[in-house]
């Protein structure tokens, strides 16, 4: 397993969030459809050491559009960002990009979604990147288990499941059990903390989470023989969002050590 960091954890310009990535020792970042899109701060990455290993795609997504919109215009639009977000992400190297549910939970939201999932994942195919579906609580697929029943129910081998430590909290799922029944389906990983109620991004072991849930994760991803990155998602309005990478990190470490 690599350990990532998800660079919207930093504000500020580029250049500078690359350097402080790099000083706080990841070598793979996470990313969203905006970041290096200058010849100038890709060079700087390569310069750096740094390596993309995942790009969120359901960010910036144009006003209205979304991958399950009955519209059908502003549905396109939606297929036409991630298409895109892919592209860029292939040509970053990276080997994954992921989206996150539609708000629709009818049967007809559902089933649209589930269409554009399918095209897109096969797009995503031919550049050699694997699509990937994050749970995501408030939305139409909020549990770790729904989602993955529903990521299989499409019946295609190609679309994967993104597991988030702060949004299993929040559904109340056991951790290692997630991890174990997405198995092959699991596609990436994000590590975070919260309070079990808010989507906060907490830096690991500042809210409901323990050592033990995070060596038992760990215990789960090694069991399933899981070898994708390991991403912090933390919050860029925390006090101190460099401590708590640093501090996060070092977590991280020490859990996948034991």
Known sequence: MKLACCAWALTGLEKDVLRQIQDLGFGWIDLQPGDLRKEKDRQLTAELGLK??????????????????????????????????????????????????????????????????????????????????????????????????????????????????GHIQMTGEDPSEAIHEAGESLG????????????LHWALLDGVMTEETLKDSFRALEGI?????????????????????ARSRDILLKAMRA
């Open 52 to 165: 993309v290993s995942c790009l969120g795609a359901s960010f910036a997504m144009p006003d209205g559009a979304a991958l399950d919109h009955p519209d059908g215009p502003l549905r396109s639009a939606a297929l036409g960002h991630v298409r895109d977000a892919i592209c860029h992400a292939a040509a970053l190297g990276a080997d994954t990009v992921y989206v996150i549910p539609g708000e629709d939970d009818s049967r007809a939201g559902l089933s649209r979604y589930g269409d554009s999932l399918l095209e897109l994942a096969e797009f995503a195919s031919t550049v050699r990147i694997k699509f990937a579906v994050e749970h995501f609580p408030g939305t139409a697929l909020p549990t770790a288990k729904g989602t993955l029943k529903y990521i299989k129910s499409l019946g295609d081998p190609k679309l994967f499941l993104l597991y988030d430590s």
């Open 188 to 199: 990436y990983v994000h590590f975070d903390d919260n309070d079990g109620a808010g989507d």
């Open 225 to 245: 023989g899981y070898d994708g990155a390991i991403s912090l998602e933390l919050s860029p309005l925390l006090p101190n969002p460099v401590e708590a990478l």
